[in-house]
């Protein structure tokens, strides 16, 4: 497997493809949320096997450092092979390369003790999507700390 972070157009249309199979299609999540206009200023995580697009992830960083981590989706011939937790482990991997100070997701109701578990903390409920319940979670990302 292969694991890309970037925000190249081809990248994107892969990533968005992905999408379209979990939330759409699978969740019935109507698509004009998940194209929302975010997709150009943020970075993606795509994982491929040879040719099989496999899963991905949306990070958006504003100038501040707060960054939000959104559109995680493991097609479903690859679900339960630990690919979900790989895509989360690059992504904050990822926020703290280009500084961001905090990561916020809006997550599945029922996937919050999964994110509990890379250290997310649960803030609240939020809005309801389609016949999903929202969770608004947040990872504080430490400073460096640099031996002088």
Same mark, same amino acid.
């Given at each position: 497997?292969?694991? @890309?972070?970037?925000?190249?157009?081809? !990248?994107?249309?892969?990533? *968005?493809?992905?999408?379209?199979? #979990?939330?759409?299609?699978?969740? *019935?999540?109507?698509?004009?949320?998940?194209?929302?206009?975010?997709?150009?200023?943020?970075?993606?995580? !795509? #994982?491929?096997?040879?040719?099989?697009? #496999?899963?991905?992830?949306? !990070?958006?960083?504003?100038?501040?450092?707060? +960054?939000?981590? +959104?559109? #995680?989706?493991?097609?479903?011939? %690859?679900?339960? !092979?630990g690919i979900a937790s790989k895509v989360v482990s690059t992504v904050l991997?990822?926020?703290?390369?280009?500084?961001?100070?905090?990561?916020?997701?809006? +997550?599945?109701? %029922?996937?919050?003790? %999964? %994110?509990?578990?890379?250290?997310?903390?649960?803030?609240?409920?939020?809005? @309801?999507v389609g016949e999903h319940q929202l969770i608004e979670m947040r990872y504080d990302i430490a400073p460096s700390t640099h031996i002088?």
């Open positions: 497997m292969k694991v @890309i972070v970037g925000n190249n157009p081809e !990248l994107i249309l892969k990533a *968005q493809s992905i999408r379209h199979q #979990v939330f759409v299609v699978e969740q *019935q999540i109507p698509q004009t949320l998940d194209l929302d206009g975010l997709d150009l200023k943020s970075h993606h995580v !795509l #994982v491929t096997d040879a040719d099989n697009l #496999v899963a991905t992830a949306r !990070l958006y960083i504003d100038d501040n450092g707060h +960054a939000i981590m +959104a559109r #995680v989706a493991v097609l479903q011939a %690859y679900r339960g !092979l991997e990822h926020a703290r390369q280009q500084c961001a100070k905090v990561i916020e997701i809006h +997550a599945h109701q %029922y996937l919050r003790h %999964y %994110y509990e578990r890379f250290g997310f903390d649960f803030i609240r409920e939020v809005e @309801i002088q």
